[in-house]
């Protein structure tokens, strides 16, 4: 069966890259019938943090793809030890007293190995290690008998290093911790994992990764190493240099829908072989395959003015719009209240709904294109009141003759608001459009809104009569 795992370390908030290796391995193991493991790598104890851990949950839970089984690295401490004293004891590792001064904890200047400590026979560092004598645990990278480790990846195809190029890594620091390295692997061999799917920086590490998985005796997971995510610069897409835009919460509190945000991240650096682009989760398991992985990095695309990508802004209004109404109202409250309207309450937004849907690419938005449903414009241009060749007079006559109708009319609905103001217009010899733009910006406030007569229908009588009288005093 197909096991993959996320192994995300709390030390920050939960990156689109992150997640979009979340996606790709849920994805991948829900087409092929497998698990989906997440193990918190929090072994850093230096560097990890409890905001940090909280924000990859929220990410996470707020994707509402779900995990079938839940580790934490710290809780392992123990397995990796023994694993790493296995490897010790076959002789595929050695003990390195050099003083922590004395080598580079990233070795560089062509440092692969102290010779002196990789010949020291097992007697003298059993003696030195009983002494006390602190060592970090070192993996004897086999360089006469193996000339290379080849590898070959879903994506990338074959890759090799030459065992020469390779330093004699660690597997337990001198405190006893294990390295990200023996920790990993330890753990990726004990919880069965058979497809690897991550990030093309850690391809460099599947070298030494093969051969702790050699010396503990398992099967070598598939190894799939996925393209980076680009900023428009050309730069890796940074949490540092770019800030919140590179945060799943980002976009959850912008108003992204969950499985469009999803759709995007997915066609992120994989295209499904029918080039289809609005996508749902149960088409996008049956779709999914590691052939369709793109090998070049992928570019997030954002400015300042503009902080999505705009195939995530047009996705994510594709999805708004398949909505059921009755869903599109319920998603649409959390944002309405955060845009302090306090009487946004369901029954209003689910009348309100319909009237945006097609207007709106986050929920967010809702603030911007349904305040006038909420609260009373905050004030126009008294220019906008006039229509389009027309005047002045002409607006204050089309709005006299708007406020008389809508007063008298024996329902408020949009089929009659409908009927009697087209009549309206016709009597006052105007056209529809130049009676309708002065109650437009009356009752909206701006020229551009939902349509007017189902917008009048869900403002009610009393408050559209308010603002005429308004309007009819400033034209």
């Known amino acids: 069966m197909t096991r993959v795992r996320f192994a995300p370390s709390p030390t920050g908030y939960l990156h689109i890259g992150g997640a979009r290796t979340f996606i790709f391995n849920w994805l991948h193991a829900r087409h092929q019938g497998g698990v989906v493991v997440l193990r918190i790598d929090d072994t850093d104890v230096e560097r990890n943090t409890q905001t940090s851990l909280d924000s990859i949950y929220e990410g996470l839970q707020w994707l509402e793809l779900g995990w079938d089984e839940f580790y934490r690295q710290s809780e392992r401490l123990d397995l990796h030890r023994q694993a790493a004293w296995a490897i010790f004891e076959k002789g595929l590792a050695y003990r390195d007293f050099t003083p922590a001064s004395a080598t580079p904890e990233n070795p560089t200047e062509g440092w692969l190995f102290n010779p002196g400590m990789r010949e020291l026979s097992r007697e003298e560092s059993d003696r030195r290690a ?141 295209s499904p072989k029918n080039d289809r682009e609005k996508l749902s989760r149960d088409e996008l398991v049956e779709l999914f395959s590691l052939d369709g992985i793109n090998r070049s990095n992928a570019t997030i695309n954002f400015t300042d003015e503009e902080p999505f990508d705009p195939k995530a802004l047009w996705l994510n209004a594709e999805h708004l719009r398949a909505l059921d109404i009755d869903d599109l109202a319920r998603q649409l409250v959390p944002y309405a209240h955060e845009a302090g309207f306090t009487n946004a309450t369901p029954e209003k937004l689910r009348a309100i709904a319909p009237l945006i849907r097609e207007r709106i690419r986050l929920l967010s938005e809702v603030g911007t294109v349904a305040d006038f449903f909420f609260v009373e414009p905050k004030g126009y241009d008294p220019a906008e009141l006039i229509p389009k060749k027309g005047d002045a007079a002409m607006a204050a006559e089309a709005l006299r003759k708007s406020k008389e109708v809508l007063s008298t009319v024996p329902a408020f609905d949009h089929a009659t608001l409908d009927e009697a103001l087209r009549a309206a217009a016709e009597e006052l010899s105007i056209k529809a459009g130049q009676m309708f733009q002065p109650i437009r910006v009356a009752v909206c406030g701006r020229k551009n809104s939902p349509p007017l007569f189902e917008t009048l229908e869900v403002l009610g009588r009393d408050t559209v009569l308010t603002r005429l009288d308004f309007a009819l005093g400033i034209v």
């Open 130 to 270: 009983d002494a006390g004598e602190p060592f970090v645990l070192r993996f004897r990278v086999p360089r006469d008998s193996r000339p290379e480790v080849v590898v070959t990846d879903l994506v990338y195809g074959v890759v090799s290093k030459a065992t020469g190029d390779l330093e004699d890594f660690a597997l337990l620091r001198s405190t006893g911790m294990p390295t990200y390295h023996m920790a990993s692997c330890a753990d990726d061999a004990d919880l069965r994992i058979t497809d690897i799917l991550r990030g093309q920086e850690h391809l460099a590490n599947t070298f030494k990764h093969v051969l702790i998985f050699e010396a503990l005796g398992v099967e070598v997971p598939r190894m799939a190493h996925l393209p980076l995510l680009m900023a428009p610069d050309g730069a890796k897409l940074s949490k540092r240099v770019h800030g919140p835009v590179v945060s799943v919460t980002t976009y959850r509190d912008a108003g992204f829908l969950p499985h469009a945000f999803i759709n995007f991240l997915s066609l992120v650096g994989w």
